[in-house]
Structures are given as C-alpha cells and as structure tokens.
T-cell receptor, first 111, second 113 residues
C-alpha cells in the first residue's frame, strides 16, 4: 500500500523568507496530492492540491511541485507571514482510494 | 451550505465508561472518515465509509472502537470501556467521493479521567 513520508517535522523560518516542505510517496499509482493546513486548535483545511498530469501549480504565495519519477512533491511558501504559522500535512492517493497522510510539519514564522 | 458538524464538542468521561461521538457529514458526500489526533500529533486514520460498501476498519486501534453509518448520513463512533490513552481530539471528515477533498468537522475533544 501507499506510504507517505514528510520532512522536516519542524521548520522555523524568518518572516519574509521562503519555506519548503517535502513529501515522498511509495505507490506509483498515486495521482492526487493535496496539502492541508491546520492552525492551532482548528480543523485541517485544504490549501492547494496537484494531480499527476501537471508538474507545478501556484496560488499566490504558495506552490506545489511534483516529480513523478522520483515520487516526491513539495510545498513552497514564499514571503512568509505570521499567519502562515501552522502544521502542514501532505497526502497522496491513487484513484478511488482514501488519502494517505504524512506525519505533518510544524512551520514557525519568526518575527 | 452547512459544513461537517460533530457533537459533542467536548466530552469528559471516567475511565471504563462508554462514549459515543457523532458526525454529520456534508449532504451528498458519499465518503466519511474518522481520525484521532493526539495533542501535537498527526492524523491517525481510524475508519472510513464509502457509500454502501463495507467500511474500511483497518485503522481501529482495538475492538473497543466501533463505528456505524446509515447510508450516506450520520455516523457514530463508539469507544467502549474508555482508557486514558483514548484522550484525544476525534475528527470526522467527508468527501464527495473517496479520495477527493476532505472537509473536516471541528472535532470532539475527549478527555478520559
């Protein structure tokens, strides 16, 4: 079955700098890769996702890249702001199957 | 429209008691998931329901845990003979189809004393 590994577990960056979180997956049949953000005390919410037919997707300050050959995908946040502080979860899934989740990355934005 | 709702929002129970947690998914969502999230930890998958198919119970940690869902409506997660290690936030999510975007409820914070 699918296995998703996420790194780092904690990431601390200076406000205004960029942050990158990486995930690897094991099942080459996986074709959907979402990223969720969970603020302290809140529920996880989808922030961006990518399907296997594209290599990159952007939405303002966030972007996701996918390397199908290497079976890894990354979340990029540019010009980080205090409100970006949260736990970020990646996930992967083949069609018609549930999401397999990474362990999460706690992102800390230092003022 | 209404999102996923869960009740109760908080539950404090004594060790050994049974508890029942409720989840109301978004109308029309065929898939429903239960997760456990311990303090500062990730999402631990418990069980999911997809339409009328048999549920995937592979994440249930012990036979004290069970869940039911009638059709594509409400689901209940039952924990029997609660233990202190059951203390966590229990999150429910639903999606239009299996593998699609999951919409989470606010969670039920369970404290076993």
């Amino acid at each position: 079955g699918e296995n998703v590994e996420q790194h780092p577990s904690t990431l601390s960056v200076q406000e205004g700098d960029s942050a990158v979180i990486k995930c690897t997956y094991s099942d080459s049949a996986s074709n959907y890769f979402p990223w969720y953000k969970q603020e302290l005390g809140k529920r996880p919410q989808l922030i961006i996702d990518i399907r296997s037919n594209v290599g990159e997707k952007k939405d303002q300050r966030i972007a996701v890249t996918l390397n199908k050959t290497a079976k890894h995908f990354s979340l990029h946040i540019t010009e980080t702001q205090p409100e970006d502080s949260a736990v970020y979860f990646c996930a992967a899934t083949p069609s018609n199957y549930q999401l397999i989740w990474g362990a999460g990355t706690k992102l800390i934005i230092k003022p | 429209g209404a999102g996923v709702s869960q009740s109760p929002s908080n539950k404090v129970t004594e060790k050994g008691k049974d508890v029942e947690l409720r989840c109301d998914p978004i109308s029309g969502h065929t898939a429903l998931y239960w997760y456990r999230q311990r303090l500062g930890q990730g999402l631990e998958f418990l069980i999911y329901f997809q339409g009328n198919s048999a549920p995937d119970k592979s994440g249930l940690p012990s036979d004290r845990f069970s869940a039911e869902r009638t059709g594509e409506s409400v689901s209940t997660l039952t924990i029997q003979r609660t233990q202190q290690e059951d203390s966590a936030v229990y999150l429910c999510a639903s999606s239009l189809v299996i593998g699609g975007e999951q919409y989470f409820g606010p969670g039920t914070r369970l404290t076993v004393t």
